[in-house]
């Protein structure tokens, strides 16, 4: 099928294309140079925003844990239903939506590809099930890897060769798309009830340090030229005072990376950025982050940006889990995933008038003005923990819009308004940076060649907006901002409109990517392995990789490693 | 002006009606009413479909608008859910979720209601001469919402976990309760004249229950603190008899007030020695 975009402001940063008046031709699902006008089905998007289809590195939208939090909250869903139509089917929110609504909700916002950031390998299979289910958007997984038993022994042992092998063999065999660490050595203590304080406290048992986790799995992922830098959920997250681990983590592998590439991704940053020694004393450590990241070329990360909402919390840091627990007093779940992982889940409340979430609000939006290159830091919520990712075109408007930070600073505690630095930062985004920090760069970032941008070739993954930035300007308008990025007016996946005004006119399947890594000597399954796996793991070793026949729609990618 | 809902036929689907709403009828004609949805199992349905509707000049109009509703409803569920004003008159059994989420005016129900009655409720007062399901001013399934305010009265009996996660307001019960009195209540006042089940208070943050009959037992969780000659449960309403006082829940280091009649409780006479 062809089709041909007409007239629409143009914004592709990838290609240098920034707001240009231009025709995107399509045909067979991919960006082409020109099509035959006459047959082509024409969409007029003159006075309309054409960007490429949104990517979300870091949102929790499939797996076990979504569903228990799932199971955990009736009540989030009570108030947020959507019936079936001829074409969708119904489904529930808010802050954890089922897998339908999850797509079509995606797909009303004009993003299509979207990462599931925390796998835990047992749960592999139930992962792929839901992204079966999540219709329209492109979708990966990130297994958990930074407390797995194996990668901690062969790294406490220096054999780098070997756990790369074995991470190979662990990302193609989970349908896995990066190295994912969460509070690297944290988990496994939080096993024997403890955790780590510092990057270089030890693992109980493991004599490791995270430190040595997280520089180990940095050297793996170069090894195995993986597309995505290893994503690294800091040490020490919500605690107040961590900002130093975030800086001490990102500094532990500055000599690892080559020349302009990135080495580590730091995820949710906000939630890392706290400054002060207790709960009351909390202040914002965004200022000494962005100076650093400005500083440097070898990392990337997202915001994490809060939402005052009633959300859920679920993270893989079960000791993280522990201590909300223990702050909110709510309900909660607490989960060790055998000898792979832990998890948690807390339901949570961030309210405009409580100075620690007003203050954690601060964070994210200094974090991502006071950065100076967008291609560095990237829009999320970390859906759910932050807030829900139905919240995006809210955090553009803060982004592009003085006056929508003022508005909302007036109604946050008094404390905390008088500390943050939002007041002195005038800087306002253009859609051009817009569109990097909630595709392009995101795109970049894992190393998607087909996503983020409109060159010829591209998947014709397409968001068009309604909104006109000739006469129209977001910051004084940043409510009809809002509204036209919650829903576009036409969202196109491999060429087919799935999204007109906003509402889904097509439901189609999205693909599940996932690396193909090629080592140059097949891992070796020994027979040690195999006597663990029957000893430790309730799952037999036969019955624990996920074989290709279980994802619908697979989209593989080869990646040939060094090893 | 009034208006009158009489039922066509005998229920056999549960049917969700949140448009009966003094506010939603407000200024509408019977045939506009007549036209509001409703769902009937799968099946969306008007109003006028299910039931007759009536306009009767009210001889003395209150604020708001009054709606009664003669006939078995028992099917039909969220009557008056969100209203702010006015008043709802019921001669029959009501369905579930009554008055949910209320945030003022009156319902009066001469029957038996389902359970989560006035749930999640805000102000207002709920008045049943009949009894009441479970979860009787409770807040849905799974969230920690209780009512924040408003009155709840009971003649009859009434279900298991009346008052879960209450925060503000009373419940007065002049039969018997079942299990769970005031789970995990935060604040506000439940009064049950009658018999109770057991576990009255579990989990209880602060806030006061009166069982005036027979408690089966009192949660090891408490603690006996004093001996009351008498209880008040609201303004000018005050109970004189002599009381146990017990405080608890201590395992969410609670320090809710319990108070269980001396007289019909001779079972609790041990508690006694530790009061000396």
Not at chain 1, 15 to 38: P, S, Y
Not at chain 2, 27 to 55: D, H, M, S
Not at chain 2, 224 to 231: G, M, N, Q, R
Request: charged share 25%; net charge positive; glycine share 10%.
């Amino acid at each position: 099928m062809e089709l041909l975009i007409r007239n629409g402001f143009v914004y592709d940063p990838i290609n240098d294309i920034d707001g240009e008046k231009m025709d995107i031709a399509v045909k067979d699902g991919k960006i082409v140079k020109k099509v035959n006008e006459r047959k082509a089905r024409k969409i007029d998007a003159s006075g309309m925003i054409v960007m490429p289809g949104g990517v979300d590195i870091h949102s929790h939208i499939a797996g076990g844990k979504v569903n228990s939090g799932r199971l955990l909250r009736p009540e989030d869903h009570f108030r947020d239903y959507e019936p079936k139509t001829s074409i969708t089917r119904s489904g529930v929110g808010y802050s954890i939506p089922s897998t339908f609504t999850t797509g079509y909700r995606y797909a009303r916002m004009g993003y299509t590809t979207v990462m599931d950031p925390a796998m835990p390998p047992l749960e592999a299979k139930h992962t792929h099930e839901e992204f079966n289910d999540t219709p329209i958007i492109d979708k990966a997984s990130y297994p958990l890897l930074g407390d797995w038993w194996f990668v901690l022994e062969y790294l406490r042992e220096g054999k780098i060769e070997e756990c790369a092998r074995h991470v190979a063999w662990m990302i193609t065999s989970t349908k896995g798309y990066a190295i994912k660490l969460v509070n690297p050595g944290g988990l496994e203590a939080w096993g024997f009830g403890h955790n780590v304080a510092s990057l270089d406290d030890q693992v109980p048992y493991f004599c490791i340090t995270p430190r040595e986790i997280i520089r180990g799995l940095c050297k793996v992922n170069k090894l195995l030229n993986l597309p995505h830098t290893i994503h690294v959920h800091t040490n020490n997250l919500g605690k107040p005072g961590n900002y130093t681990t975030a800086l001490e983590t990102m500094k532990c592998v500055e000599d690892l990376a080559d020349e302009g590439k990135p080495a580590i991704h730091i995820t949710h940053c906000q939630f890392s950025a706290f400054k002060g020694d207790d709960w009351r004393t909390l202040e914002s450590g965004a200022e000494d982050i962005a100076n650093y990241v400005n500083a440097h070329s070898h990392l990337t990360m997202d915001m994490g940006q809060i939402i005052f909402t009633d959300t859920t919390t679920m993270t893989a840091d079960g000791p993280f889990q522990f201590n909300l627990y223990q702050l909110s007093g709510n309900k909660w779940t607490n989960h060790d995933v055998e000898t792979e992982t832990s998890s948690g889940i807390v339901p949570f409340h961030y309210r405009r008038k409580s100075y620690v979430h007003a203050v954690q609000w601060s964070i994210g939006l200094e974090l991502a003005l006071l950065i100076k290159d967008p291609w560095k830091i990237f829009l999320t919520t970390d859906h759910p923990n932050a807030g829900p990712f139905i919240a995006y075109p809210k955090i553009i408007a803060w982004l592009m819009s003085k006056k929508a930070r003022e508005k909302t600073m007036k109604k946050i505690h008094p404390r905390a308004r008088s500390r943050s630095l939002l007041p002195s930062i005038d800087r306002e985004l253009s859609f051009y940076e817009i569109a990097i920090m909630t595709r392009a760069g995101q795109a970049k970032a894992l190393g998607l060649k087909t996503k983020g941008h409109l060159g010829v070739g591209a998947d014709a993954d397409i968001a068009i907006y309604n909104f006109n930035p000739e006469t129209t300007d977001p910051s004084k308008k940043y409510k009809a901002l809002r509204r036209a990025f919650k829903r576009t007016a036409y969202t196109i996946k491999d060429g087919t409109v799935v999204v007109k005004n906003g509402e889904v006119v097509k439901s189609a399947k999205g693909a599940t990517i996932w690396l193909d890594v090629k080592t140059s000597e097949q891992v070796k399954v020994t027979e040690e392995m195999k006597r663990r796996f029957k000893e430790y793991w309730t799952v037999e070793y036969e019955n624990y990789p996920v074989t290709e026949h279980y994802l619908e729609v697979s989209c593989p990618i080869v990646v040939k490693a060094d090893v | 002006m009034m208006i009158s809902l009489y039922p066509k036929r005998e229920f056999k689907f549960p049917i969700v009606a949140e448009c009966i709403n003094p506010e939603i009828f407000a200024g509408k004609k019977p045939e506009e009413i007549a036209e509001l949805n409703v769902w009937e199992g799968n099946k969306q349905k008007t109003l006028g479909e299910l039931f007759r509707i009536e306009e009767t000049q009210k001889t003395n109009p209150s604020e708001g608008g009054a709606i009664t509703i003669k006939g078995d409803v028992s099917k039909v569920k969220r009557i008056g859910a969100g209203m702010k004003s006015g008043e709802i008159t019921i001669f029959g059994n009501v369905g579930m979720h009554l008055g949910e989420e209320m945030k003022g005016g009156k319902i009066t129900v001469h029957g038996n209601v389902g359970g989560w009655a006035g749930s999640m409720m805000k102000g207002g007062t709920i008045e049943i001469h009949g009894n009441a399901g479970d979860y009787l001013g409770a807040p849905y399934r799974g969230s920690g919402e209780g009512i924040r305010g408003g009155k709840i009265v009971v003649y009859g009996n009434v279900g298991n976990d009346v008052g879960a996660y209450m925060r503000k307001g009373l419940i007065k019960i002049y039969g018997n309760a079942g299990q769970f009195v005031g789970f995990r209540m935060h604040n506000g006042t439940i009064y049950v004249q009658g018999n109770c089940g057991g576990r009255a208070g579990a989990c209880m943050k602060d806030g006061t229950i009166i069982v005036g009959g027979f408690l089966e037992f009192v949660m090891p969780t408490f603690t006996v603190d004093s001996l009351k000659k008498k209880v008040k449960v609201e303004e000018g309403e005050v109970v004189e008899a002599p009381f146990y006082l017990f405080l608890g829940d201590l395992t969410e280091n609670g320090r809710g007030k319990l108070y269980v009649s001396k007289e019909k409780n001779p079972h609790l006479t041990n508690y006694e020695r530790l009061l000396k």
